[in-house]
């Protein structure tokens, strides 16, 4: 029998070997165009893909376009910079803590639904958990939000145990915190809701539906954001079966195959093995999880509740008004975002008290045989919901389907699959032993992919992946800059294309010790003349992959903007070049 010191060591030692993969060559990676995107970096201002955010202004403004998320991350990181400043490693430290946190959340959300055998072994696979220690290195919101996801449902059964003021507090905030953070986290605190709606009776759901609605009011400024962003995902897939082969095969514990790859033996024996096995022990955990007998004692107590749902609704309103008034272009937009919240304000406690009129249907949802296994389980309404939403939503054509965005639902499978292991019984020693050392490994296999950002799992650019064209020519900008740097001279002007992919190489080339500038998109011959005319004899022209490879992008760029031109010196990094343009010489290649 698990002792409360011996769980408390493996907690420890958990946290340990965790932390020290996460820090391990914390900086080693180049920063990758979906981290360029955190605010306080020294760029140029002509930069585009993001331009220069210095203030909170900059960061609410600028994530309407040409960013496709809601501000809430690049707010939290506007603070960390701040604080510790734009190093590399500085800044992703802070996906290292929200990665602790997640490993300390899992310890005890596991304990509260499973017990201390099933939160230990949870928390191992999640602190040993490849992919998770991938993001947990990378300025992406994702480990943030499996994290707060673990933290909210600690919360939630808590106080459907003992009900703290506090406890309601930190609910609220969180969750309204999570939904600012990114758009895949509504369809978790949906999840969360039905659980409430299903499991919890009287009082003790009108007041936890009247918290997690109060968090979506709080967030309701986010609505602005999807009016702009929503047109703006084209590139998410909408491979399903892949990613519930990707997804049930231990929380992603494998890169991501393509439906297309999964077609062709014995290579896709691995993954589909994977999912069997982890589907397999996420059935039989799911049957362990903690059953709730709804109480439906004590009375609605919605009216106490009003006052603060008005409250949370004004603040929505103050939001709007203070942050995105100037953005807002249509005023049918504006009065919706503002006035809505005070009708569901006023509204939901009167429906929420005549909940009870429902309680039949709902009990039989939940105690029917088979819906019920899963309508009964946090961890499976946590995972089940987000995944029934985002199916729904390919069906009427709209793809949200992507690896990353569903590390925040990995903690979930993974905790259930670790109840199926310690419910295997003699199995269990041997089999949680053999996982717990697949799992160590898989972090030498995402430890090769040399890319971060969106190319973690489609570096490689191969067909059917989600991320075609583009990142099969992903660059290593600080190997580039690294080869590249020591060559340059006081004087030297470096020219750099301003498109998204290649903009990350401007952190390593900071203004103030570098003059970079990018050429002309429009212009007549007579307006290019006048722009060469002020060019320097020496000037570093630099490809970074696009549609074409370094190569045909240098010789495009060189012939158009640079006639005349000739290199002298040639620099490579992985997946971008940079040559030395000279008037009429010729090329003397280096390679670093």
Do not use: K
């Given at each position: ?33 979906p ?32 960013d ?5 991350y ?13 190093g ?8 290292v803590?929200?990665g ?18 099933t939160?230990?072994?949870?928390t ?32 939630l059964v ?10 309601a ?64 995902e084209g ?7 892949a ?7 231990f ?10 790859s ?11 093995g ?8 996420w ?19 919605m ?17 709007i008004?203070?942050?995105?008034v100037?953005?807002?272009?249509r ?6 975002v503002?006035?809505?919240p ?7 406690p ?33 995972v089940v ?25 990995m ?52 067909e059917?992946?989600?991320?075609p ?17 020591p060559?340059?001279?006081?004087g ?7 498109e ?28 290019l ?11 570093w022209?630099?490809?970074l ?14 012939n ?33």
């Amino acid at each position: 029998m698990t002792t409360q010191r011996s769980l408390l060591l493996a907690l420890l030692g958990a946290l340990v070997i965790g932390g020290g993969l996460r820090l391990y060559e914390l900086d080693r990676r180049t920063l990758s165009h979906p981290e360029y995107w955190v605010p306080r970096l020294d760029v140029p201002e002509h930069v585009q893909h993001p331009p220069p955010r210095h203030g909170v202004r900059d960061v609410v403004e600028q994530s309407l376009s040409p960013d496709v998320h809601p501000p809430g991350y690049h707010l939290v990181m506007l603070g960390w910079n701040g604080t510790v400043g734009t190093g590399l490693r500085a800044m992703r430290l802070s996906s290292v803590l929200a990665g602790l946190a997640a490993i300390l959340a899992m310890f005890g959300f596991a304990r509260s639904v499973f017990g201390g055998r099933t939160a230990v072994l949870a928390t191992g696979l999640l602190a040993l958990h490849g992919y998770h220690v991938f993001w947990s290195q990378q300025l992406r919101p994702w480990v943030l939000l499996s994290a707060i996801a673990l933290i909210t449902c600690i919360l939630l059964v808590q106080l459907a145990d003992r009900w703290r003021g506090w406890r309601a507090a930190a609910l609220v905030l969180l969750t309204a915190a999570g939904l600012w953070i990114d758009y895949y986290f509504w369809p978790l605190v949906a999840g969360q809701i039905l659980w409430v709606l299903l499991n919890l009776r009287g009082d003790l759901r009108a007041r936890a539906l009247s918290l997690q609605l109060g968090a979506v009011l709080l967030a309701f400024p986010v609505f602005v954001y999807l009016r702009f962003h929503i047109v703006l995902e084209g590139h998410l897939g909408n491979d399903v079966l892949a990613h519930l082969v990707w997804l049930t095969g231990f929380g992603g514990l494998l890169p991501y195959v393509p439906r297309a790859s999964l077609v062709n033996f014995p290579g896709a024996l691995l993954p589909i093995g994977a999912s069997v096995i982890g589907f397999s022990l996420w059935v039989v955990g799911l049957r362990r999880s903690r059953r709730r007998s709804p109480d439906a004692s004590g009375s609605s107590g919605m009216r106490a509740n009003l006052p603060w749902l008005l409250i949370a609704a004004a603040v929505n309103a103050i939001l709007i008004e203070v942050l995105l008034v100037e953005s807002i272009d249509r005023r049918r937009l504006y009065v919706a975002v503002v006035l809505a919240p005070f009708i569901l304000a006023a509204a939901a406690p009167p429906l929420i008290r005549r909940l009870h009129r429902a309680d039949r249907v709902l009990d039989a949802i939940r105690d029917h045989r088979i819906v019920g296994v899963v309508t009964t389980s946090l961890p499976a309404m946590v995972v089940v919901t987000p995944l029934l939403l985002f199916v729904g939503a390919g069906l009427v054509g709209r793809s949200l389907f992507v690896d990353y965005t569903l590390v925040p639902l990995m903690p979930f499978v993974l905790v259930l699959i670790a109840a199926g292991i310690v419910a295997s019984r003699r199995a269990a020693v041997p089999l949680a032993i053999g996982v717990l050392a697949a799992f160590a490994l898989s972090n030498y296999q995402w430890w090769a992919i040399r890319g971060g950002g969106r190319s973690a799992a489609n570096w490689h650019g191969s067909e059917g992946s989600a991320w075609p064209g583009t990142y099969a020519h992903y660059a290593d900008y600080q190997e580039l800059a690294g080869s590249l740097i020591p060559h340059v001279e006081e004087g030297d002007v470096v020219l750099v294309r301003s498109e998204w992919w290649s903009e990350p190489i401007h952190y390593y080339l900071p203004p103030d010790e570098y003059t970079v500038i990018a050429p002309p998109r429009h212009g007549t011959e007579e307006e290019l003349e006048i722009w060469r005319a002020g060019l320097p004899d020496r000037l570093w022209l630099v490809g970074l992959g696009g549609d074409a490879g370094p190569g045909p992008t240098l010789d495009s760029l060189a012939n158009h903007f640079l006639p005349g031109h000739e290199p002298t010196i040639a620099v490579h990094g992985y997946g971008g070049e940079a040559r030395l343009m000279v008037p009429g010489t010729t090329l003397d290649s280096q390679r670093n």
